[in-house]
């Protein structure tokens, strides 16, 4: 059993200023995970009738992207391919002080105490994070043939959960490793090449007009992501950026 | 009383679907331009039906519960999609796809629905692999094949262990392009609180932002839910937090029937409970018995020193083991379908062989395995797996073995819909695993994003333009009429009760009672005398949250908690018609076993004569029991056969 | 967000181009300083030679063109990073694993070596370069001034044996390693020429170039520091 105490961020909404709140939480299994310990401190609150702290959350086996916590200056915690649910309370120390913050980046405004808004994600693939195929129509599966090891690439890219983490610990608020990352999973496959240089300059500009910063090649997004998605999909989509402004208008 | 009709074509079996398309209605682009559908849910069914409505012309409005819709809990699946593509040249057919799903949903499913689903399932490749998912290749560039349970061929597409989420992914893409391109509006962290009927026909929601608190209406010619199924009624199971039943429950309140309520898959091989503040489990992915060999000690005093830690399980010397499985079913072994396996790891434990110290687990051995291929060829296979398992449980599988214990997966009731995927109400569609469709009484593995991609992909697009075909003539309903304005505000009291309750206990608290009650009850094995307990407590443990609920009010909108409590009041109700249900059917099928209907050896005994129907029920007011109505199977295509494994 | 019409991939390719350009001319400039220990007067020629010609003058500006867009650009980046990042920060920061000080403080090194840049050229082209142009556009220089306009070797001396000058050129070098550590494999990284087999040797490759410049840059300061 641990006894810890956490300095948590609350916020009650996105105009309020926000501040750490200290909780002493005394009888935390070590098999409990991280957000089972929130959820005890949670119920404790909810019968002393405060106001529980509010987190994303959902399948809690590392896959839906949901959660996202920045524990003691690190997003997900300090352990490599680790998201916030697959965290457990054994990695701690009995007596430990844990502060705990919510994703901070200009494009994710906080919803509540540890809840960010992270739909600026969601626009980014909107603006071409996709092959644009209609439903039907379309040929039969093995007549395109995929280069394994390309396959492999593409989908070591797919793996991305679209956390946020490479934003969150950027010290540029850059979303390039997730723009990339979708950019080079279907930029590696036939079915995504036809599009790729219109896809490459919309998701660029849909990236800068969001806010999003610029990426100094730090890799700190690289460390820091739960799937270890490489920062040379990065590299690929500069590469196919730059040959989308100059090749491409030299073929027409 | 009303007549089901299950509209199913005629014709015959492999030409029905073909019939169907051949004669149903269409509307023209430019009417589409002026009906409006509402899609509940964003998993592989609702993001692929809102997609492809935005495609054909539709005004789609789409809700979903995260805060992105490619949260859903489909993209937990891992194993893979079945299709039949006969890629391996080893014999698969459509008929074949049919055949094994029906057989594995041991002969509870509608056949016209299933043959449709084989005969889609080559589709669905093809679509994905147009919108470039990453399926596993060969050296040849050509798609990847692996085998799953209930199947004798190889026909389980897959993209690692992570098949649901690239699947997921693709319908995502389709749909954020459809909302680029304007055709679909999409809304995140809203919950359905309620479908809206107008004269009899479903024409809108409300739901309540989960952000900011306040209730909205929003009107449509048609609503489709997807929202994905209850299992989370037992508390504990490999579902995602915030999956529910609540969205299929205020339609069946409303007039949709619910179909098989009592039909739930536990999954053999999850990692155990550790504790009662436990949150949900892990489910570890089927393809492990491929390789595992599941054993438990054979005599009850090693199992008692294993339990208190004295000894560890290589301590166990290779004679004092019992591989149950491949003792009982020696043809299957450890490859028996997920229902069997279940059964006969509760069995042992039940009997006092079980291990952990809680007594409910079995083990996973991947001793032989590694001794076999090696290390490495384990570590390619299944090394996500193993790594996964030794995060949560701390234990290395490569020098222990893992410990495993069925769970709850997922709900093969759900919405009764005819062939059209339509509920009893008009306009009031259902999809994925939030109906009841195809699986009968036990869904094989890699077959629920098969069927969660044909509903949205295929099916709805056809069914819903027939539906809406005499609709084009209706205007736009107007979301502040007195349908919507009165049943926003039975919500505004609902919820309004529940707050001022201010008991003494959380929700959770009760939910985790609740759970307790389903899972020894109304779980793996069931009887009479237990089912009739099970409903008695649930009326108690209702009353008692009505009574002694603490909901906290909060600052702001968001409510956490109350999402929570208004999850678990629909659960409270949900689970006492699963027993109700369960206690209906006289027989054991697939995953329901009622341990009164079993062969001498300990399987499971259907009773084709008297229960070969589909139960379907409909909703009589709070205290009042549901009728019962009787869709009967009629098996045409198939031999209806025990299901042997041995 | 201010673009400034470029995309942020533009933006940063013209820090690549920029930077790359220059870590060249460092190259090229690291090299003909290592002749001055070899022998002074074959190093004052290459002094003449780089004087006051047409070529010498289009060259110099041209560095100045690339030095003011590297720093234009690093500002407008550096600007929009941090506004992206938001006003809330973080209370607890740790270090990434594998991530290096130089990356993440590439402003500051920046500037570290444009404060080392004014100084060199206080000591060096003020001497050398510009009264030269000065006297060709008929300003008046003085004579003392005109006569050592060629003499590089005369200015290393001077300048280096003079201790505390050879050790702020020493500590300002190492900024400039730190600067070109990370600069020449991000450079290589954002105009896209890196992927998963190649990215180890960039980043070792960008090292040894670091590496070599300011060794060789360094050997002359504390040769004629020591001889000095």
């Excluded at chain 1, 590299?235 to 208008?249: G, T």
């Excluded at chain 2, 536990?266 to 009662?276: A, E, L, N, R, S």
Aim: glycine fraction near 8%.
């Amino acid at each position: 059993m641990l006894n810890l105490k956490l300095k948590i961020w609350r916020q009650k909404n996105n105009i309020d200023k926000g501040r750490f709140v200290e909780y002493n939480v005394d009888n935390i299994p070590e098999e409990a995970s991280f957000l089972e310990m929130l959820d005890i401190l949670n119920e404790r609150l909810v019968l002393q009738g405060e106001d529980p702290v509010t987190f994303d959350h959902d399948c809690r086996e590392g896959i839906c992207g949901a959660c996202g916590l920045y524990i003691n200056g690190h997003p997900h915690g300090k352990y490599k391919n680790t998201t916030t649910c697959q965290l457990h309370m054994r990695k701690f120390k009995n007596g430990e002080t844990i502060t705990i913050e919510p994703w901070r980046s200009e494009a994710f405004p906080i919803i509540k105490d540890l809840m960010v808004d992270r739909s600026a994600l969601d626009r980014l693939i909107q603006s071409g994070g996709y092959v644009s195929v209609r439903t039907g129509g379309v040929p039969d599966a093995n007549s395109i043939a995929v280069n394994k090891h390309d396959a492999d690439l593409s989908m070591d890219a797919a793996s991305c959960i679209g956390c946020g983490a490479c934003v969150a610990t950027c010290k540029n608020g850059s979303a390039m490793l997730f723009v990339s990352a979708k950019f080079s999973q279907l930029a590696l496959l036939p079915q995504g090449q036809v599009e790729t240089y219109e896809r490459v300059q919309k998701m660029v500009a849909r990236m800068d007009e969001l806010g999003f910063g610029n990426c100094s090649n730090t890799y700190a997004c690289m460390a820091e992501c739960p799937k270890g998605i490489s920062v040379t999909n990065i590299a690929r989509m500069n590469r196919q950026f730059l040959a989308a402004k100059i090749a491409e208008p030299l073929k027409k | 009383m009303k007549e089901l009709n299950s509209k199913i074509p005629a014709g015959p079996l492999s030409e029905k679907w073909t019939n169907y398309k051949a004669h149903q209605n269409l509307v023209n682009p430019a009417n589409k331009r002026k009906l409006d559908i509402i899609v509940i849910g964003t998993g592989l069914a609702g993001a692929s039906a809102a997609a492809s409505f935005g495609e054909m012309g539709f005004n789609v409005k789409v809700f979903c519960i995260q805060d992105s819709p490619r949260r859903a809990h489909s993209i937990a699946a891992q194993g893979g999609i079945n299709a039949a593509k006969n890629y391996p040249n080893d014999g698969d057919s459509v008929y074949r796809l049919f055949y094994d799903t029906i057989k594995g949903g041991d002969y509870r499913a509608r056949e016209a629905n299933v043959y449709r689903l084989a005969e889609l399932s080559n589709n669905i490749i093809d679509q994905c692999v147009a919108q470039g998912v990453p399926f596993a290749r060969e050296y040849g560039g050509l798609l990847a094949n692996r085998s799953f349970g209930g199947a004798q061929v190889s026909r389980t597409f897959y993209a690692r262990g992570q098949t649901g989420q690239q699947l997921l992914l693709g319908a995502y893409g389709a749909l954020s392009k459809e909302i680029e391109r304007g055709t679909v509006k999409m809304y995140a962290r809203r919950e359905m609180m309620d479908v809206v009927l107008v004269d009899g026909r479903a024409r809108g929601v409300i739901m309540r932002n989960l952000v900011t608190g306040e209730l909205e209406r929003y009107a449509a010619h048609a609503v489709v839910i997807a929202s994905g199924g209850y299992g989370r009624v037992f508390f504990l199971s490999t579902n995602a937090m915030s999956s529910n039943g609540s969205a299929e429950w205020q339609a069946y309140k409303k007039g949709a029937m619910m179909a098989n309520p009592c039909f739930t898959q536990i999954h053999p091989t999850c990692i155990p409970v550790h504790g009662d503040y436990q949150s949900k489990l892990t489910l570890m992915s089927e393809s492990l018995r491929n390789d595992g060999r599941i054993w438990v000690p054979k005599n009850e005093k090693v199992a008692e020193r294993l339990r208190k830690g004295e000894i560890k399980a290589k301590d166990v010397a290779e004679e004092e083991r019992d591989y149950y499985l491949e003792r009982r079913y020696p043809a299957f072994g450890n490859l028996v379908p997920r229902d069997v396996a279940s059964r006969a790891a509760k069995e042992r434990c039940d009997a006092g062989f079980g291990v952990n110290n809680t007594g409910l687990a079995v083990y996973l051995d991947f001793k032989e395995a590694i001794g076999r291929l090696g290390q490495k060829v384990v570590e390619e296979k299944y090394g996500n797996l193993f790594e996964m398992y030794e995060r949560i449980v701390d234990d290395n599988p490569y020098e222990t073995p893992m410990m495993i214990y069925p769970a709850v997966h997922y709900t093969m009731g759900g919405l009764w819909v005819d062939y059209e995927l339509q509920t009893t109400i008009p306009g009031l569609f259902a999809a994925g695993e939030a109906n009841f469709s195809d699986h009968g009484a036990n869904r094989l593995g890699a077959s629920a994003l098969m069927q969660g991609l044909s509903d949205g992909y295929f099916i709805l697009p056809y069914t819903m333009q027939n539906y809406l075909s005499d609709q084009i003539g209706v205007p736009r309903f107007n979301p502040d009429a007195p349908e919507f304005m009165e049943a926003e505000k039975q919500i505004r009291e609902k919820i309004n009760r529940l707050m001022a309750i201010n008991g003494k206990q959380t929700v959770d608290s009760i939910h985790r009672r609740l759970g307790l009650i389903m899972w020894n009850k109304v779980g793996m094995a069931r009887n009479e005398q237990g089912l009739k307990q099970a409903i008695e407590e649930i009326k108690a443990l209702r009353k008692e949250f009505w009574q002694d609920v603490k909901v906290p009010a909060t600052s702001g909108g968001m409510n956490n908690e109350l999402e929570k409590a208004l999850r678990v009041a629909d659960f409270l109700e949900m689970g006492e018609l699963m027993a109700r249900d369960a206690l209906m059917r006289n027989e054991s099928c697939g995953g329901h076993f009622r341990e009164e209907f079993q062969t001498p050896d300990g399987e499971a005994m259907r009773n084709d004569a008297e229960y070969s129907f589909v139960a379907a029920y409909e909703y009589q007011g709070p205290d009042a029991e549901p009728v019962l109505y009787k869709e009967e199977l009629k098996f045409e295509n198939v031999e209806v056969k025990q299901r042997n494994y041995k | 967000m201010a673009n400034n019409g470029l995309s942020s991939i533009t933006k940063k390719l013209i820090m690549a181009v920029t930077g790359g350009a220059l870590v060249f001319f460092l190259l090229f400039h690291a090299s003909m300083n290592i002749v001055a220990i070899i022998k002074p007067e074959g190093y004052n020629k290459i002094c003449e030679f780089l004087g006051a010609n047409w070529y010498a003058l289009i060259a110099t500006a041209g560095l100045a063109a690339l030095m003011v867009f590297h720093l234009i650009y690093a500002f407008v980046l550096s600007f929009q990073n941090y506004r992206a990042r938001g006003k809330q920060r973080y209370a607890v920061v740790e270090k990434q694993e594998g991530v290096s000080w130089a990356s993440k403080n590439m402003l500051v090194i920046g500037a570290i070596v444009l404060l080392g840049l004014g100084l060199h050229l206080f000591n060096f082209w003020a001497n050398m370069q510009l009264p030269e142009v000065l006297h060709k556009l008929g300003i008046h220089v003085e004579e003392d001034v005109m006569a050592l306009v060629a003499d590089g070797s005369h200015y290393i001396v001077n300048t280096f044996s003079c201790t505390a000058y050879s050790i702020i050129y020493l500590v300002w070098l190492a900024f400039l390693w730190f600067h070109l550590a990370h600069g020449v494999a991000s450079v290589m990284q954002s105009i896209g020429w890196n992927n998963h087999v190649w990215q180890n040797r960039i980043e070792v490759i960008g090292k040894i170039i670091a590496a070599l410049i300011v060794v060789l840059f360094a050997s002359v300061v504390i040769y004629y520091w020591l001889i000095g």
